[in-house]
């Protein structure tokens, strides 16, 4: 429950509100209010219309969200060792590195010497959300803008940027064929408009800590991505049969 206190302080007015209400024998009783308005893949038809013009703030949004971990993170909450979750992180990046296809070993051999510095202590450790779909975004259908995003079961503390991957989700949409992914026509524009708004919220920030930011984003992107459980819940690197590998080589090596 703590966790979830903090993500609402670090995500405030994107959150629904948590509330502990005791144990029912050996079952915790919790609950939280509805954020209200529709699910993004309910709402696809209407952020797509007249040239994305609602998407757009959706984007904004979405924008400001990630932004709000940076200066609204609370100062008490619990941290992971930075040691430990660098030689976490690490060691999965290098069996990725030894598993997936050839394609990706150059983007891995550049991501991996990199790792270390979103460990350093001057950069922030924040809650994440580690399942930005598309059903879990809620957004205003008249407006586009984004009213919660639930879901935080499964958030983790880790490096400030590790979700920014889930930026792809409002830049096009997932397909079941050898691609696995297919932008929209003005992808591009709509990506340069999320960071502009993003850098915007953020404040002055040096170029080296937008090259964190992105080893930060990257990192997210393969460790959500590059694995497939086993039917022994056993994690392996994807093979060329999973649509997460398709999906991951069509936002990262494009």
Known sequence: MALMKS???AYRGFTPQHEDHGSFGNLHVYTMNNIGGISMYLARTFLQKNNYKLLRNTIDSYARFFASAYHNTPGPM???DRGLLLQSYTWQLQRLREGLPERFYATLDTLIPQL???????WPLV???TDLLENNIHVDPGTGAIVGICDWRDAEISPFGMSLGGLETMLGVRTMNEHGWS???NHNELREHFWTTFYQNLGATSEAQQQR???ARLTGLFLANGFVQDQYGNMHPATEESLDLRYLGAVVLA
């Open 127 to 129: 809650p994440n959300h």
């Open 7 to 9: 993500v609402e302080q």
């Open 78 to 80: 619990g941290r992971p």
């Open 183 to 185: 932008y929209f026509p």
């Open 213 to 215: 930011i992105e080893v």
């Open 116 to 122: 270390p510095s979103i460990f350093d202590q001057d």
